[in-house]
């Protein structure tokens, strides 16, 4: 699964242009340096959890940030921000989120 997330955001990169790839390794390293050293650590930003009838409900960095990757598209954002510059730093987060821990996917906790 790590190998096809780094494959796809490559590939989208180079898609779209360097300043992509450039972007996307930069969002990574940032996330990388912010964030916990391990999954259950906490970072720079504390994770935010919502407590919902007895479930605790995670918003990981990597689900947040594809978030603002559809709410960018949906409002067209591109008129303010280069989709390269864009797609690149967000996607570079999500990617760093999924590839760097591996409770990645557990997102609903008791």
């Given at each position: 699964?790590?190998?096809?997330?780094?494959?796809?955001?490559?590939?989208?990169?180079?898609?779209?242009?360097?300043?992509?790839?450039?972007?996307?390794?930069?969002?990574?390293?940032?996330?990388?340096?912010?964030?916990?050293?391990?999954?259950?650590?906490?970072?720079?930003?504390?994770?935010?959890?919502?407590?919902?009838?007895?479930?605790?409900?995670?918003?990981?960095?990597?689900?947040?940030?594809?978030?603002?990757?559809?709410i960018?598209?949906?409002?067209?954002?591109?008129?303010?921000?280069?989709?390269e510059?864009?797609?690149?730093?967000?996607?570079?987060?999500?990617?760093?989120?999924?590839?760097?821990?591996?409770?990645?996917?557990?997102?609903?906790?008791?």
């Amino acid at each position: 699964m790590k190998q096809l997330v780094m494959f796809t955001g490559l590939s989208v990169g180079a898609v779209f242009s360097y300043l992509s790839i450039l972007c996307l390794i930069s969002g990574f390293l940032i996330a990388k340096f912010t964030g916990g050293k391990q999954e259950g650590m906490s970072g720079k930003l504390k994770s935010v959890v919502i407590p919902v009838k007895g479930f605790k409900f995670h918003l990981h960095h990597w689900l947040f940030f594809s978030l603002l990757m559809l709410i960018g598209l949906a409002e067209n954002i591109f008129m303010y921000i280069p989709p390269e510059v864009f797609f690149g730093l967000l996607a570079g987060v999500a990617w760093q989120g999924i590839y760097c821990y591996n409770d990645w996917h557990r997102v609903i906790y008791r």
